[in-house]
């Protein structure tokens, strides 16, 4: 896999702010975003950046400026899309198992609001009435997505209201005269097939008749990406083109517009991202050689929470012969990123860049063993800038009442 920066630029980000440190290229993000805009038309798609991924001020200007609207999943974040210029109308709250107050919240931010639970419909129904439009989360009864735990449309998945419970849905709905402005599905992350979008687009397509307010479809995020040398991601223009289909059909069915949204997460930031670490020590153990490093699952959790394959490069000595290493943390957990990985011959000293670090890298880091979170550097349009520092020992204490 080709890295979008030199080793010798890497190696200079590495000296200048130590490592471990995350790097993003901003011009990465525009160009995914661009693909999107281009590919889709124009009045019948929106895209809402589900900033979950990364939600550093920076990103989110970055993505503010670009024309993309964000989706949240909690109200903080939807008060950083705020603090970061997001206008309320390009603010999406897609909220799975929330008290109602947050609901509450994000109708005073006056943004756009996906219910995930019949609970929370009646309250809002019985609050806001036919005031305040919504969308309806829904569990489509798919399943798909790269491993279990990030499928979300199954059958025994906690997200949405099952499609079966659609008569309870419709008497809430019905008894408080709500408007009901969209459906919202998210089958799960890392979905290539663009069929798996079309089977929940044509479960809400079924939907239509119910909901004379609708003016959305919301067929959430969840586009495959390359992590893999040897893989390809979602191919955009065949959804594209598949997603004017069938939203032709929503539309004549509706007898008005109807507009398809999407909230992708990965696909805007994932490739974007790289992980810069240190290898501390090298150790034997029989067959298996062990290249310990500067990080750990504090840091980039994904290998060891998915088993997800980041593709690593030694910048250090990228043409040695390969040996297999197993790459591991300096945490007190088993927190292996590689196991047995084919990889240039790695000395005490080397750099080694993780690929793909850009979506749930750091978002999902923590100070597990008190160790700081890294620095992170934003590179876009030629400029280089530090856009987070390296978390100190105050900032891990400054919580504690001493
Ligand atoms: N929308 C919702 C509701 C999600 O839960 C997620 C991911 O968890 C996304 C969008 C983004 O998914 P991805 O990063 O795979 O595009």
């Keep these: 896999m080709q ?3 030199s080793d010798a630029f890497f190696k200079d980000l590495a000296k200048q702010y130590g490592t471990p440190l995350y790097v993003y290229s901003g011009d990465k993000i525009a160009q995914q975003y661009n693909h999107l805009k281009d590919s889709f038309e124009a009045r019948s798609t929106r895209f809402f ?5 990364l939600t550093n001020q920076h990103i989110l200007q970055l993505i503010r400026d670009l024309g993309c609207g964000i989706d949240c999943s909690s109200i903080n974040e939807a008060y950083m899309a705020v603090r970061a210029g997001f206008s309320p109308d390009r603010i999406l709250y897609t909220s799975n198992g929330i008290a109602f107050e947050e609901i509450e919240a994000a109708v005073s931010l006056g943004i756009h609001i ?11 129904g019985a ?9 309806i989360r829904l569990r489509p009864n798919i399943m798909a997505g790269g491993n279990l735990k990030i499928s979300t449309g199954h059958e025994q998945s906690k997200f949405g209201i099952p499609l079966e419970q659609i008569e309870e849905i419709l008497q809430i709905v019905r008894r408080h005269q709500m408007h009901i402005r969209g459906l919202h599905i998210h089958t799960g992350s890392e979905i290539k097939d663009v069929k798996v979008f079309m089977e929940g687009a044509n479960r809400l397509l079924e939907l239509i008749d119910y909901f004379p307010e609708l003016s959305c479809m919301d067929l959430g995020g969840g586009f495959k990406v390359a992590y893999r040398p040897d893989e390809s991601g979602t191919d955009i223009l065949q959804l594209a083109a598949e997603t004017k289909l069938i939203q032709e059909a929503m539309s004549k069915r509706a007898g008005r517009h ?4 999407f909230e992708p997460g990965k696909y805007l930031v994932s490739e974007c991202g790289y992980l810069i670490t240190h290898v501390n020590v090298i150790k034997e153990n029989g067959s298996t050689i062990f290249a310990g490093i500067d990080s750990g699952f504090n840091h980039l959790i994904r290998p060891m929470f ?11 000595h990228p043409n040695a012969p390969e040996k297999k290493y197993t790459i591991t943390g300096n945490i007190c957990e088993t927190d292996q990123f590689a196991s047995d990985r084919l990889l240039p011959e790695i000395n005490e000293g080397d750099y080694l860049v993780f690929f793909n670090a850009g979506a749930y890298g750091y978002e999902m880091s923590s100070s597990y063993n008190a160790r700081s979170k890294p620095a992170q550097v934003l590179h876009y349009r030629g400029e280089t800038r530090l856009i987070s520092r390296r978390e100190t020992l ?9």
């Design 127 to 135: 609050k806001y009435g036919h005031n305040y439009p919504v969308g």
């Design 3 to 5: 890295a979008l920066f």
């Design 49 to 53: 950046y589900a900033c979950k991924a």
């Design 394 to 402: 105050d900032d891990l204490m400054h919580l504690q009442i001493l």
């Design 114 to 124: 996906n219910i995930d639970s019949l609970s929370n419909l009646e309250k809002m």
């Design 306 to 316: 998915y088993d997800a394959y980041h593709h690593i490069r030694n910048i250090s």
């Design 258 to 261: 109807i507009e398809i949204w």
